[in-house]
């Protein structure tokens, strides 16, 4: 029973992960119609500036987590200027916005992999330390509840932005119609690149959580990136709560994977979530189905 | 020459396009020669036609089909594998055929498995699906000890094993191998299959209209790219007798798509061309491997930018401009024309005035002609949201006339024509055809039995010819098997000749002969709706939809429209025109139903409408009774 | 109100692809407190026309938009609606995912610096002219009727407190009823000032309900005047329904 609980707690921990980046998503597709294939890759930027914050130059925890927020998001915004805004103003048609964040994402981990070799990166301390609370006899590392509880807030925040404020709504207005949204005289460029700043946010607290969890290299951007669309299919395309459900039920799935069948094939596990959603329910499970025009 | 290049089936364009890819090839085959380094260096070379091969498959699932297996790396190794094990326990008995053959068969399998779960729901699961896969089949591999885990297996260490052919012989049968696959989707691509997977691609509204059967047609596109990527499994693991996890990774997926996308997609040289440009400066470069990925990266994002369609793209429009190659003809008379508002906008330049035989043909019906009862429509209702669209309509289209649909925007005239032809589906009410009901069928099966349409805005195969837009129609009628036509058959041979002819017929009836050979793209608006109607004519349906088809046309070409729906119903077809020009429908139609609100507000001949003074008031908020023109 | 002076000024607009102008060089204004029509047969350049004043450009061609003495032909839709100009385009099209009350605060989404109190009082104004909204605040929009969009649609615009207000086919098939709450609404905001631009693909309706009128074929302006006079004019309803031909004016080659 131990056993289960502790690798239910490691699932959820990981899950959280996989639900931010699956959130960040998110909040880039509903302003552009575009999906950021270079998002895994922006947060293993974030985990490696975490590294050397933390490990070799020993900054502060909270140190960190600022030069993270700032590392990213920059990134992202030089992302949205090079890979993205040519193909925002134009009708989303092909597959030019996926070759041109595809080749963001392979520069990225280029830059990573001279900048720190190919060496997996190794487990930092945590930001609440490497404690445990103790539970009916179950170990939970403090960094698990850090991961988890961040994905909550920041759902919680977005879905308060979106609802509340004048730039969610405008945002959500974008997503549905940009011409209309132009007509009243909202900008739908200066639109997607905050998207882009509020997805690097969230991606790099991403990366300031999981860096203590799991031990990463350069090449696993990819990685995150296909698992993080996975959480996304399965909790349903273009609602919030789905990512974080999606995130959660894949992060639990490998780790049981992991404990009742093997862990060396661990990642087949995120196969069959997406081939038990294709299979069950294919709008995933808080999506929605589009009404189609002709 | 130019009698077996038209029995072929191509047009004098294609003559020339020839030529860039039999300048790769014999450069290809020229490669050991020039570079004149030793057997060595030949495996490497094999290694990148292993991957040109990979490279075409893609292009015909991917630039031709649509259906983007970005992870087909996965179908690769899983055929390697295959060969690899197989020749690992039969080395004796296992040559470069047999390899090829186990790859291909084990590709196709992965390629289903991959692609059956994910086509059921949509084409952006296929390259997450495939993606992950590859990504995940070189992991497990790693663990895997019968596939010899993180070192592979070493063929050439296998006891009893000895590679028959090597050095340049090997060379040159690999490099007739990319010959072979390539003139296989050449031919494919100049198919019915080729032509289902275009039109596929260009839209499923628009396959749907002409019959074509999204999965089927799906899977096909699939499991072509998969068998073919096995095979180049094979091809691999012969030249370089090993195979590891390594072989091929998610990394060389992306590479594959880099060469895709700088030589473009879509054509068939664009692919080779391209993938050989960055197989080869990431083989040779070695030197500074480090920052490759920032070379292809940034590569990649300028032609992405700039350069969408690729150096193929470029240098057509430049062999054009240097007169290589001979530009398409172009006829200019009558004036030009605005585009309705909101249609695409029509390339500047080309403009024909209709100039029809002087005597249109018969077009008995083909499809659904065993069939005699005319189309009903019964309590027919449909509502978006809060927007009730259509509401307790009741409709007879009946074979050999012409069933005018008049109504202001927003009537529901056009949602009654996509519940007819299933491109929306009904919340009440049942659609028949005598006794066979319509609305519970997918909307190609509603084409298949031989009931037409056209589009508010035209859909065309942009990159196609007018013919080339029109065959595809006829060819649901005239049959072959796939194989047939692909391999050219002679029954192949001679269906595809039919089906040309037949289009051919058709367009010349509308006086576009002078269009045949242009891209649609080229063609002006007014010329687009005609090559539409052509291509519903080409069905030879019992009954044909036309969805405002005299918007933004000269009046000439309106006339023309007006005569082909009189001749349709002449010729037996029932014709149901949705249009806003009143008088248009009023001279040439049998039977008017005029909506208001998805409500059908009257029906009956032209005459009692132009003296029901009601509608015309409410109609169009007019006092006088309509007036027909002169 | 009287007419008072020019608010809308445009002068030698063209718009279009390439070589091919939808529309091909039309002149026309827009005073205070006056409706305008703007009629003609589908595809004629209608909607471009008033798409492309909007700010949604399709080439740059020479000519010259005005918005009450400020020129704004080369300004971006964003910067057209803080000089006071609304287009409510055709189809009612509004964010039906969204519900009535952020659908109308989108609309002032350019004046959000004023405030929360400014917006509200900005929508009291709009439930008073549409009172059926004020029942629907809180409705997803996706679920009103056509007629009901299309009030959400106006309403949005009006948020922005425009001088100018352009709308393009607003009561295409909506019932009688909804068209004439609509067109009330439009008299009273011409009442209170606004240049109003309607296009309108009845022609009975669009001469009933404006004092002046402009009728477009083929991308140009071939008949214009005052309303009542070219309700006589049996010309004007013939070439919208297409069964006249424009000579002397019609481009050729």
């Known amino acids: 029973m131990t056993l289960f609980l502790t690798a239910l707690f490691a699932g959820l921990a990981v899950g959280s992960v996989y639900g931010l980046i699956a959130l960040s998503y998110t909040v880039v597709f509903n302003s552009t119609a575009i999906f950021n294939v270079a998002q895994g890759d922006l947060m293993m930027a974030g985990v490696l500036v975490s590294y ?59 830059v990573a992999s001279i900048i720190y070799g190919q060496n997996p990166v190794v487990p930092i301390p945590g930001a609440l330390g490497s404690g445990t609370i103790t539970v009916d006899g179950v170990h939970v590392a403090t960094k698990f509840i850090l991961a988890f509880v961040t994905m909550i807030v920041i759902l919680v925040a977005l879905e308060i932005f979106y609802k509340r404020s004048w730039l969610g709504t405008a945002m959500r207005g974008v997503a549905e119609d940009r011409e209309v949204a132009a007509l009243r005289g909202i900008d739908a460029l200066r639109i997607s690149r905050l998207a882009f700043v509020i997805a690097g946010v969230v991606t790099a607290l991403a990366a300031f959580v999981v860096a203590p969890i799991v031990s990463a290299d350069v090449s696993v951007g990819l990685t995150y990136g296909l698992k993080g669309f996975i959480a996304l299919a399965a909790g349903g395309f273009g609602s919030l709560r789905g990512c974080v459900i999606g995130g959660l039920i894949l992060g639990v799935a490998e780790q049981m994977f992991d404990l009742y069948v093997s862990s060396n094939y661990e990642i087949l596990a995120g196969l069959i979530v997406v081939l038990i959603v294709l299979a069950v329910r294919p709008t995933g499970l808080f999506g929605r189905t589009a009404v189609r025009e002709v | ?507 010349e009836a509308l006086g576009l002969q002078h269009v045949i050979h242009q891209q649609a793209a080229a063609l002006p608006h007014g010329t687009r709706r005609l090559v539409e109607m052509a291509r519903a004519i080409a069905l030879r349906p019992s009954f044909i939809l036309l969805d405002e088809p005299a918007a933004g046309l000269s009046p000439v070409e309106l006339d023309l429209v007006a005569e082909v729906c009189q001749n349709l119903a002449r010729s037996g077809v029932g014709v149901l025109l949705i249009e806003h020009n009143v008088p248009m429908v009023l001279s040439i139609a049998d039977t008017v139903t005029c909506l208001h609100q998805g409500k059908r507000l009257f029906q009956g001949t032209p005459a009692e409408l132009r003296a029901d003074t009601s509608v015309a008031s409410v109609f169009l908020g007019i006092d006088e009774p309509l007036e027909a023109s002169s | 109100m009287k007419t008072g002076e020019p608010l809308l000024v445009v002068s030698d607009l063209y718009a279009g692809y390439g070589s091919l102008k939808a529309v091909d060089g039309i002149s026309f204004q827009v005073n205070e407190a006056e409706t305008v029509a703007l009629i003609g047969r589908n595809g004629a350049g209608k909607t471009t026309s008033l798409l492309s004043i909007a700010g949604l450009r399709y080439g740059r061609f020479p000519g010259s938009v005005q918005l009450a003495g400020a020129e704004v032909s080369t300004s971006s839709s964003r910067q057209i609606v803080d000089a006071g100009l609304a287009h409510v385009p055709e189809g009612h099209r509004i964010f039906r995912s969204l519900t009535v009350e952020e659908n109308l605060r989108l609309g002032a989404y350019t004046r959000r610096r004023a405030g929360r109190k400014a917006a509200a009082g900005t929508m009291e104004r709009v439930f008073d002219l549409f009172p059926i909204l004020r029942t629907y605040a809180t409705r997803n929009a996706g679920f009103l009727s056509g007629g009901e969009q299309q009030m959400v649609a106006i309403g949005q615009a009006l948020m922005a407190e425009p001088r100018v207000l352009m709308l393009d086919e607003p009561t295409s098939g909506l019932a009688p009823v909804v068209i004439r709450t609509i067109y009330d609404a439009i008299a009273r905001l011409r009442e209170q000032g606004l240049a109003i631009l309607i296009v309108e693909q009845s022609v009975p309706r669009a001469l009933a309900n404006s004092s002046r009128c402009y009728v477009m074929e083929r991308g140009r302006i071939v008949i214009s005047g005052d309303s009542p006079t070219l309700a006589q004019d049996e010309h004007v309803s013939a070439i919208v329904r297409g069964t006249e031909e424009v000579s002397s004016q019609a481009k050729t080659g």
């Open chain 2, 1 to 507: 020459m130019n009698d077996l290049v038209s029995r072929l089936g191509f047009d004098s364009r294609a003559w020339i396009r020839w030529a860039f890819p039999a300048v790769l090839i014999i450069g290809l085959y020229l490669v050991p020669q020039l570079s004149g380094s030793g057997t060595f260096r030949l495996g490497e070379y094999e290694e990148i036609l292993a991957f040109l091969i990979i490279a075409v498959a893609l292009n015909i699932a991917m630039g031709y089909g649509g259906q983007y297996i970005l992870g087909i790396t996965a179908v690769f190794a899983v055929g390697a594998y295959g060969a690899i094990l197989v020749a690992k326990y039969h080395p004796q008995n296992v040559g470069l055929v047999a390899m090829c053959v186990v790859g291909g068969v084990v590709g196709a399998v992965g390629g289903l498995i991959i692609g059956l779960p994910a086509l059921r729901v949509g084409g952006f699961y296929l390259a997450l699906v495939s993606l992950f896969a590859a990504l995940a089949i070189p992991t497990v591999a790693q663990q895997w000890g019968l596939v010899g885990a993180d070192t592979g297996i070493p063929l050439y260490a296998v006891e009893g094993w000895e590679a028959k052919l090597g050095g340049e012989t090997l060379y040159v049968i690999v490099v007739s191998l990319v010959l072979l696959a390539t003139l296989f989707s050449w031919a494919l691509v100049n198919s019915r299959v080729g032509h289902r997977f275009v039109a596929l691609h260009t839209s499923p509204q628009l396959a749907s209209s002409i019959g074509i059967r999204a999965y089927r047609t799906q899977l096909l596109a699939i499991l072509i790219a998969s068998a073919m990527a096995g095979i180049a499994g094979g091809i691999y693991v012969y030249t370089q007798e090993f195979f590891a996890p390594g072989s091929s990774s998610v990394q060389f997926a992306v590479l594959l798509l880099a060469g895709m996308t700088i030589g473009g997609m879509g054509t068939i040289t664009g692919p080779l061309l391209g993938s050989a440009i960055i197989l080869g400066i990431n083989q040779f470069f070695t030197g500074f491997q480090q920052y490759n990925g920032i070379v292809f990266g940034v590569l990649l994002l300028v032609f992405a930018v700039f350069l969408p369609n690729g150096l193929m793209a470029r240098l057509t429009v430049l062999s054009e401009r240097l007169g290589i190659r001979p530009r398409p003809p172009s006829l200019t008379s009558g004036p030009a024309l605005p585009a309705a508002d909101g249609a695409p906008p029509p390339t500047p330049g080309t403009v024909v005035a209709a100039t029809p035989a002087s005597q249109l043909p018969d077009w008995p019906p083909v499809l659904g002609a065993d069939n005699s009862s005319p189309l009903v429509v019964e309590g027919a209702r449909r509502a978006f949201g809060g927007v009730t669209a259509v509401d307790d309509m009741y409709l007879t289209i009946t074979r050999g006339q012409v069933h005018g649909l008049i109504g202001s925007n927003g009537s529901g005239k056009t949602t009654l024509l996509n519940l007819i032809s299933r491109f929306y589906s009904l919340d009440a009410g049942r659609i028949m055809i005598g006794d066979t009901r319509l609305d519970n069928q997918p909307p190609h099966a509603v084409a298949r039995a031989g009931i037409a349409r056209t589009f508010q805005s035209p859909k065309l195969m942009l990159r196609e010819t007018a013919l080339e837009n029109v065959i595809p129609a006829v060819e649901l009628r005239v049959r072959c098997t796939g194989a047939e036509s692909v391999l050219r058959l002679p029954r192949g041979v001679r269906v595809n000749r039919q089906a040309r002819t037949e289009a051919l017929e058709i367009l």
């Open chain 1, 52 to 110: 050397f914050c933390l490990d070799r130059w020993h900054l502060p925890q909270i140190v960190t987590l600022f030069v993270i927020l700032a590392v990213v998001v920059a990134i992202s915004l030089l992302e949205e200027r090079v890979a993205v805004r040519p193909f925002v103003s134009k009708p989303v048609v092909g597959l030019g916005w996926f070759i041109a964040t595809l080749a963001f994402s392979l520069v990225l981990e280029t």
